[in-house]
Each structure stands twice: as C-alpha cells, then as structure tokens.
C-alpha cells in the first residue's frame, strides 16, 4: 500500500524556522517525483514547491522562494521542506504530494501536518 | 503567482449533470495539455480524478469526465451523487510558476 505520512508540523514565532518530512512507503520512492502543497485555513490549494527524483531539478513557488528548502533523502524514502523566515500567512495544512510519471499530476498525497505561524 | 480562475460555488440535484470551469491564460490552461482536476472532502486527503486534460486514473468513476477548449477547462460531473459534494480543484503546468491551482469551486448536491 502506497503510503505518505507528514511529521513537523506545530506552532512557531513569526521569523522562526521549522522543518518539515514526508515519509514515504510502498513505492520505488528514488523513481519518482515530489512536490509540496499547502492549504491555508479556509483557503484553497497552493503548490508551492517540486524537486526531481534525483533532486537534481527543483522549483519554488514565488510565495516561498527564498525561504524553504526541499530536499530528498532517497536512501530513506524521505522527503523534506526545511522553512524559515516564517510569516502567518504561512499558517497552513502541508502536503506532501508525488507526481504521476510524465503526466505532473498529484496522485498520491499525504494526510498533510499542520504549521501555525502565530506569536 | 496569478492562480487560475474557477467560479466560487456550483449545484445540482441528484442525477443531474454539472460542469466546473477552469480559466486560465496561454502561459499555462491553452498551451499545455498538463490540466488535473482533484476532489477535496473536508477532512481528507486530496484525490486527482484527471489528468492530462481529460484522462482518469484507474478507480475513479467514468460519471467524472475533463476537456479543454483555448484557456479554459471543464469538469463534468454527471448522475450526480450526494457522495460528490466536495470541494474541486483544478491545476495546470504554467510557464512562469511550473504549477498553479485554481481557486476551488464547492460543488453542493442538493
């Protein structure tokens, strides 16, 4: 059974850092294709970051850019979204979401962990 | 990032047939055939119901269906099921920001 499970999430101070995983199961994980999505309380979804099987190739979305890192550890069927320089618009439920090969939809998606950026 | 546009709000009774719009812009919806659509219950995890504009992954009902014409794309939902109320999302590859999502549109069965 394909599985995605989200751990980090929790309260922190506006400009504070926290670091997000994504644990992954029963699937050739170094094979495919990662992305995060968030969805703000009352919000819709927003992608906001992707990194290639490989981890060679990532991307942000403007909202983010600068201040989260992805990162994969193929080795531990682990992804990763290291974030700081949090602001409350960050407060959000975070996915974890693989891509379908060739096709970049999101057809596998994690339970999400909840960050709340909140002094 | 500019996200694509979907109206608000949709309805139908049981066993009618909706569509949801998608709009976008030539920089993503028109010029890609990258289109998904996915269905967000309250509570639970996200479920792509199309890819690629129009195809449907294995398990999902044939009563969902997605097409495209120019910068905008539907979903259509027929024989409507109260089981289908959620919220539905539509997301495209887009040139400048590789991905975007649509708005969401919460579809009510009546």
């Known amino acids: 059974e394909v599985q995605l499970v989200e751990s980090g999430g929790g309260l922190v101070q506006p400009g504070g850092s926290l670091r997000l995983a994504c644990e992954v199961s029963?699937?050739?994980?170094?094979?495919?294709?990662m992305n995060w999505v968030r969805q703000a309380p009352g919000k819709g979804l927003e992608w906001i970051s992707y990194?290639?099987?490989?981890?060679?190739?990532?991307y942000y979305g403007d909202s983010v850019k600068g201040r989260f890192t992805i990162s994969r550890d193929n080795a531990k069927n682990s992804l990763f979204l290291q974030m700081s320089s949090l602001r409350a618009e960050d407060t959000a439920v975070y996915f974890c979401?693989?891509?379908?090969?060739?096709?970049?939809?999101?057809?596998?998606w994690g339970q999400g962990t909840m960050v709340t950026v909140s002094s | 990032q500019s996200a694509l546009t979907q109206s608000a709000s949709v309805s139908g009774s049981p066993g009618q047939s909706i569509t949801i719009s998608c709009t976008g812009t030539t920089s993503d919806v028109e010029s890609y055939n990258f289109v998904s659509w996915y269905q967000l219950h309250p509570g639970k995890t996200p479920k792509l119901m199309i890819y690629e504009d129009s195809n449907r992954p294995s398990g999902v009902s044939d009563r969902f269906s997605g097409s495209k014409s120019g910068n905008t794309a539907s979903l259509t939902i027929s024989g409507l099921q109260a089981e289908d109320e959620a919220d539905y999302y539509c997301c495209s590859y887009a040139e400048t920001n590789f991905r975007v999502f649509g708005g969401g549109t919460k579809l009510t069965v009546l």
């Open positions: 979401a693989r891509d379908l090969p060739y096709v970049l939809a999101f057809d596998m």
């Open positions: 029963g699937f050739n994980f170094s094979n495919y294709e």
């Open positions: 990194i290639s099987s490989s981890g060679f190739t990532i």
